[in-house]
């Protein structure tokens, strides 16, 4: 089979000849290889060490009208600052830190709201038709699809700290807000569903670290669940990325109507492993497994091979499964490490 129809029938729960090998390879991954495969891209590297290709491709254009965004970069710090007829809004990063949120205070609500009213996205035209193209037979393009409300605001815009406090402070007001956050996604998801991408990913990260099981039913399960609904009605599958501690979460995602869960991650990064999301939500769920980066990276050989070995035991082939190696944010991972699990894959992927 080539890649395209590994993928194609592992998302329509059909025989497949091996168990897919789908990395999470990012510019930022490849950055520190030789000068080719830097040049040449994640795309054609994936390729290259004989993996399936899963291009995650989420290119809305955005405008926020009519608020002035203003951006300044001091070595690794950003500052971002949003003026609207409502008040102003600061954010700082540094690296991939978030050190001041956009939303701090009950004070930042107003122009926070405002900021999101006049927020609005269109699709890219032709970029996934340039993707696909780049992808070929050897894969397939998904499209990403930033987080829920929730997950928006706990993760990006506030913080968890400020969200419960906000929370507690101004539940009324938090309430319409989320509700508000949550019809502006259903915009983006509706453009998503429209792409020609059989696979949708609704990026959550959702994890009980950051959200207890009473604010998923309270929120995030319903919006969940309208995402699940428009990929449904276009024919689409509903994957949610979810690489945290969700095993306490299952039955009630199991309510959301999803088809499958990307990057399910096992002890000791997260807690929940394929066989509990099957035991919980049914054998016809669809998962994206992790190979726990500390299984992996940086690693003994010997080590990468029985980690694999795990990861693939007998008849996983004839299971809804496709194994991920996430390496997304990590730009130092030794290179001979992506041919070790090319070999175990092929060794152990068609048992």
Known sequence: MTGRERLLAAYTRRPKDRVPWVPIVFPDTI?????????????AF????????????????????????????TADRRVRVWETPAGRLREVQEGS????HKLESPDDLP?????????????????YEELADQVGDDGIVATHIGPTAVQQLVQLDAGVDNFAYLCADCPDEMDKLIELLHLRDLERIRIAA??????????????????SPGMYRRW??????DFCRIAHDQNKVAMVHMCGHIRDLLADIAATGLDGIDALTPPPT??????????????????HG???PTRWIHRPTRDIVSAMERALPPGMKDKNFLLCTAADGLPDIPREAWDVLADAWHRFSDR
């Open 31 to 43: 950055s520190r290889y030789s000068d080719e495969e830097r040049e040449s891209g994640p795309i």
């Open 111 to 127: 122009a926070y709201r405002y900021l999101v009213e006049n927020t609005s996205f269109s699709p890219n035209p032709g970029r």
């Open 270 to 287: 997260a807690n929940t492993t394929p066989e509990d999301a099957w035991d919980v939500i049914g054998p016809n769920l669809i998962v």
């Open 97 to 100: 830190r978030l050190l001041e």
């Open 194 to 211: 429209e792409t020609p991408a059989k696979v949708l990913i609704q990026v959550e990260n959702t994890s009980t670290l950051l959200i």
């Open 46 to 73: 994936t390729r290259r060490i004989g993996a399936d290709i899963l291009w995650r491709w989420g290119d809305f254009l955005v405008t926020h009208s009519p608020v002035a965004c203003r951006q300044t970069r």
């Open 220 to 225: 995030s399960q319903r919006h969940i669940a």
């Open 290 to 292: 992790i190979l726990d």
